[in-house]
């Protein structure tokens, strides 16, 4: 850690410039400036912040900008850094959105849109890949993630239902220890 | 209150409630059960519109879960895409604040560890479910297969920024292919 903790606006600085820069997901930015370019945090608080904020529900790298922002100044830190994670880049997206209502019916943007369409499902897929691979290879998660896969994309089930569902489930059934 | 801020407003509550169910594969998980509710069940929107909103979010900078931002802005304007973010961000936002000031500091507790574990396989349905969905609705052709299948194994097994695909695939649009 750094000796000097950072202020309120420096964190939102810092966060609003990592999330600005993070075209296709904020998160390796996130390890190279917190980790390599800052030092702000070392590479195994890195891992345990990242534990922490995986464990929470919603979106892992807001958690990760408040428990940083949390430990370098108090709860506004942690607010802050949240901030700055997401206002600049929630005006930059209804800026191009805005223009895209404007000037989204010529052809060549549809094209270019359905064109990029195939890129973000791929995207998408490439993710669901990487995480699948990751998961250890045991009948019961097998089970559960296809359980899963079926209620909400072939069944189309409310989401909240499937979750509570399946979640109790998995709790109640224990991962036997290899 | 006119008809766009009812349904931003129902797009608050669905929205953050769906926020809470996010654990482990990001906010990106939801995609499906969004999409379910704004275009099947109250066609607020098509899946057409989902589908371009979700893309434009992917071109622009920032944590990917601003593809719910320009969903509420497609379906109620300014204020459905600040119903929207604020959803999404917020619930969980709070837990993390009580949570960091009660200082559970740690993802490696026991009970961190057995949640994580019965989570991890629900978490990968949810995002298989994603990609599952934005795929049957942007990826037609055999053309099309062919690039999607090219653009997941560069996203999968290598490091180039995922813009470039993106762009590649926008080329593509644009000259007709896809």
Redesign the interface.
């Known amino acids: 850690m750094t000796d000097t903790p950072l202020t309120k606006f420096q964190l939102f600085r810092l966060f609003a410039g990592m999330?600005?820069?993070?075209?296709?997901?904020?998160m390796p930015w996130a390890h190279r400036i917190l980790v390599e370019r800052r030092r702000i945090v070392d590479p195994t608080q890195f891992l345990?912040i990242?534990?922490?904020?995986?464990?929470?529900?919603?979106?892992?790298?807001?958690?990760i900008g408040?428990?940083v922002g949390?430990r370098q100044c108090g709860?506004g830190g942690?607010?802050a850094a949240?901030a700055g994670?997401?206002v600049?880049?929630?005006v930059?997206?209804?800026g191009?959105?805005t223009l895209?209502q404007i000037y989204?019916q010529a052809g060549?943007i549809q094209?270019?849109?359905?064109?990029?369409?195939?890129?973000?499902?791929?995207?998408?897929?490439?993710?669901?890949?990487?995480?699948?691979l990751a998961?250890p290879r045991t009948i019961?998660?097998?089970?559960?993630?296809?359980?899963?896969?079926a209620?909400?994309?072939l069944l189309?089930w409310?989401?909240?239902l499937v979750?509570l569902g399946?979640?109790a489930m998995?709790?109640a059934i224990p991962?036997r220890e290899r | 209150m006119d008809r766009q801020d009812e349904i931003a407003l129902q797009i608050f509550w669905h929205f953050a409630?769906?926020?809470?169910?996010?654990?482990?594969?990001?906010?990106?998980a939801?995609a499906?059960?969004m999409m379910?509710y704004v275009a099947?069940d109250n066609g607020w929107i098509t899946r057409q519109d989902f589908?371009?909103?979700?893309?434009?979010?992917?071109?622009?900078?920032?944590?990917?879960?601003?593809f719910a931002?320009?969903v509420g802005?497609?379906a109620a304007g300014?204020p459905g895409?600040a119903a929207a973010?604020i959803a999404?961000?917020v619930?969980?936002?709070l837990?993390?604040?009580f949570?960091?000031?009660w200082g559970a500091?740690?993802?490696?507790s026991a009970w961190?560890q057995?949640?994580?574990?019965?989570?991890?396989?629900?978490?990968?349905?949810?995002?298989?479910?994603?990609?599952?969905?934005?795929?049957r609705?942007?990826?037609h052709t055999p053309v099309?297969w062919l690039?999607?299948a090219i653009?997941?194994a560069v996203?999968?097994g290598t490091r180039f920024?995922?813009?470039w695909?993106?762009g590649?695939?926008?080329?593509?649009?644009?000259a007709?292919?896809?």
């Open positions: 999330s600005l820069m993070g075209f296709g997901g904020v345990e990242l534990a922490y904020a995986q464990l929470l529900p919603g979106p892992t790298i807001c958690h408040m428990i949390h709860q942690a607010w949240l994670m997401i600049p880049p929630f930059f997206v209804v191009l959105a895209h989204g060549w094209d270019l849109l359905r064109g990029m369409a195939v890129a973000s499902a791929a995207l998408v897929a490439a993710m669901a890949l990487r995480m699948s998961l019961r998660n097998l089970i559960f993630a296809a359980a899963m896969f209620g909400i994309a189309h409310p989401l909240l979750m399946l979640g998995s709790l991962v | 409630m769906l926020s809470m169910m996010a654990v482990g594969g990001g906010v990106l939801l499906p059960d379910r099947d589908i371009e909103s979700f893309t434009l979010a992917q071109i622009a900078p920032g944590p990917n879960f601003l931002t320009l802005m497609k300014i895409a973010t999404v961000i619930p969980p936002a837990l993390a604040a949570s960091l000031h500091k740690r993802g490696g961190g057995r949640l994580r574990r019965a989570v991890a396989p629900l978490s990968i349905g949810m995002v298989c479910s994603t990609a599952w969905a934005l795929t609705s942007s990826v099309d690039a999607f653009a997941v996203l999968y920024n995922p813009l695909v993106i590649a695939c926008g080329a593509l649009g644009m007709g292919i896809l």
